[in-house]
């Protein structure tokens, strides 16, 4: 069984940062990529950053130049480094690791509240 477990989320004023964290319980066999959902109320689940076990990385335009996306030394931790944050970034953000085979794995999900 592997487990995710995130921190980091919080409320913050419009123009800070936030650094949230995602520790997996053990290796996954077959890890393909590690990533960054994030969903807003009344909206759709959105992928907001990825990284493969390459190191490549994709973002989604509304973050593009403002978040990284990190991989811990292990490779069993993800990092979302965000900057100059918007209020548009007010979301439920997820921790979401996905293997070659198939299988994906989900944190519990942590708040980020960006006031203005």
């Known amino acids: 069984q592997v487990q995710l477990v995130e921190s980091g989320g919080g409320s913050v004023q419009a123009g800070t940062s936030l650094r949230l964290s995602c520790a997996a319980s053990r290796n996954i066999f077959g890890l393909d990529s590690m990533n960054w959902y994030r969903q807003a109320p009344g909206k759709q689940r959105e992928l907001v950053a990825t990284?493969?076990?390459?190191?490549?990385?994709n973002y989604a335009d509304s973050v593009k130049g403002r978040f990284t996306i990190s991989r811990g030394n292990a490779g069993n931790t993800v990092y979302l480094q965000m900057n100059s944050l918007v209020s548009e970034d007010t979301a439920v953000y997820y921790c979401n690791v996905h293997s070659l085979i198939g299988a994906s794995y989900w944190g519990q999900g942590t708040q980020v509240t960006v006031s203005t």
């Open positions: 990284i493969t076990t390459r190191g490549t990385t």
